[in-house]
């Protein structure tokens, strides 16, 4: 008899966190643990959303996840490759080819225009991004007309926009994207989910870190961080529910808080 050779889910699964830890700076070696053996799955077409009070880990889970930290122990997968195996080198390849990441402070080129900060993953050598895929992108997010307009002359909301363009614009297979409406009203905020959902119906995967909850309802499920760990899981849809949910969590913050570092990761130009 012919076995059937066993599909491994880590080569079929978008993202895996399998028991991933990490401790922060130099109060590692005091054992303050940020992350305690999390464990998430995200498959193709999904959009999960992580909440908890200030100081859970909740930046911290996205930057492990994108290999822009690195776990302690545990395992994180990005289609199928182990991120924890990986030279930074080969780490920057694969975000460049699988990722597109939206970062909370921008992190945009102050010297380069709206389309070429749309366009950086091309102009570096790295996935190739058509300027006319650019310019829809910019023009996605209502920043048409933006195209040569410099970070310098645009409003926080506006350049946090950029940023949600350029993650957009190669459609990578996955989009990590942390507090992506922190600086937009009401209206714009409703638009970029409106694009996160067209991405998630082309079979993209998003992950996203949000502390409104109107925005976490827009996903397929909402993940509650608490003191590095999981602490409930419920589905999208009511923001309601999802409020009281995270009233019903400790919101008073940690004595160490701890947040990722802002510096800009070796794949983004200085």
């Known amino acids: 008899m012919r076995h059937q050779a066993t599909k491994d889910p880590y080569a079929q699964t978008p993202l895996i966190l399998d028991k991933i830890s990490y401790d922060y700076g ?7 643990r940020v992350l305690d053996e999390i464990s998430l799955e995200c498959q193709a077409g999904t959009w999960t959303a992580i909440m908890g009070p ?6 911290t889970l996205l930057y492990c996840a994108a290999g822009l930290l ?29 990722i597109g990441f939206v970062f909370q402070d921008y992190n945009l080129v102050n010297a380069f225009t709206c389309l070429q900060n749309t366009m950086l993953s091309s102009l570096f050598g790295g996935r190739k991004i058509s ?13 048409e ?6 970070p310098a002359d645009m409003s926080g909301g506006q350049q946090q926009r950029v940023a949600i363009a350029r993650s957009l614009a190669a459609s990578p297979e996955i989009i990590m994207a942390d507090e992506p409406t922190g600086a937009l009203d009401t209206h714009s905020s409703r638009e970029v ?25 827009r996903a397929h499920r909402v993940i509650f961080l608490q003191d590095g760990r999981i602490q409930a899981v419920c589905p999208g849809g009511d923001p309601q529910t999802i409020a ?27």
């Open 70 to 98: 690195q776990v302690r122990q545990g395992r994180v997968a990005i289609a199928g490759e182990d991120l924890t195996r990986m030279k930074e080198r080969a780490l920057t390849r694969l975000r460049r080819d699988h």
């Open 193 to 217: 989910m409106d694009l996160f959902d067209l991405a998630v119906r082309s079979g993209q995967t998003i992950l996203m870190v949000t502390h409104d909850p109107n925005v976490a309802a």
């Open 54 to 59: 200030s100081g859970a880990g909740k930046s």
């Open 26 to 32: 130099r109060r590692q070696k005091q054992g303050a």
């Open 131 to 143: 300027t006319q895929a650019a310019l829809s992108a910019l023009s996605n997010v209502g920043l």
């Open 244 to 270: 009281q949910q995270l009233a019903s969590m400790d919101a008073v913050p940690n004595e160490e808080a701890f947040s990722p570092p802002l510096a800009v990761p070796s794949d983004q130009p200085r």
């Open 145 to 150: 007309g933006y195209a040569n307009t410099y």
